[in-house]
T-cell receptor, first 111, second 114 residues
């Protein structure tokens, strides 16, 4: 069975640009969460979606937005990129109250 | 919100020794405590979890203990092997309704020397 897949795996953007990251959850998982992981730190919660509805939002600016599609895949959008947005962005899917399964992440570098 | 402290940040052991990683949490309502292992270039992988109605849980060489009164929980790895080398994260969350959102610690880099 395929795990959580994220695309792209790496990308480089310039300050001020916009980026869209994509995530496909494990088949049958209806919950998708997004985390930001800065080097040397634990993952920081950004968003959680369940059945296409936002269930939680972390302490991130409005430049960050997300959505979940009818097939439960998800996109994370970041506008007006800053150098500090450089990080590994992780997507995780889960059953209703099960443990998270993470993807391998998207490494975003802002220059 | 929830705050999770994790110690130590780095742990170096010899192969065959035991390793213990400790975490504390701030929200007494938290009731689900997963542990994740992250290898280089990969996302975190769930290795064991414990719920607040249980004090200890074991899975082969890995065990987790929970002290709700003191609001701390620990990961114990026995007979460590070089392949256990990775970054380990603890997390605490409140599982209610339809979802839960774990708050992660800063991680422990475990190095097992052959």
């Amino acid at each position: 069975d395929a795990g959580v897949t994220q695309s792209p795996t790496h990308l480089i953007k310039t300050r001020g640009q916009q980026v869209t990251l994509r995530c496909s959850p494990i088949s049958g998982h209806k919950s998708v969460s997004w985390y930001q992981q800065v080097l040397g730190q634990g993952p920081q919660f950004i968003f959680q979606y369940y059945e296409k509805e936002e269930r939680g939002r972390g302490n991130f600016p409005d430049r960050f937005s997300a959505r979940q599609f009818p097939n439960y895949s998800s996109e994370l959008n970041v506008n007006a990129l800053l150098l500090g947005d450089s990080a590994l962005y992780l997507c995780a899917s889960s059953l209703r109250q099960g443990g998270y399964t993470f993807g391998s992440g998207t490494r975003l570098t802002v220059v | 919100g929830e705050n999770v402290e994790q110690h130590p940040s780095t742990l170096s052991v010899q192969e065959g020794d035991s390793a213990v990683i400790k975490c504390t949490y701030s929200d007494s309502a938290s009731n689900y405590f997963p542990w994740y292992k992250q290898e280089l270039g990969k996302g975190p992988q769930l290795i064991i979890d414990i719920r607040s109605n249980v004090g200890e849980k074991k899975d082969q060489r890995i065990a987790v203990t929970l002290n709700k009164t003191a609001k701390h929980f620990s990961l114990h790895i026995t007979e460590t092997q070089p392949e256990d080398s990775a970054v380990y994260f603890c997390a605490a969350s409140l599982a209610s309704g339809g979802s839960y959102i774990p708050t992660f610690g800063r991680g422990t880099s475990l190095i097992v020397h052959p």
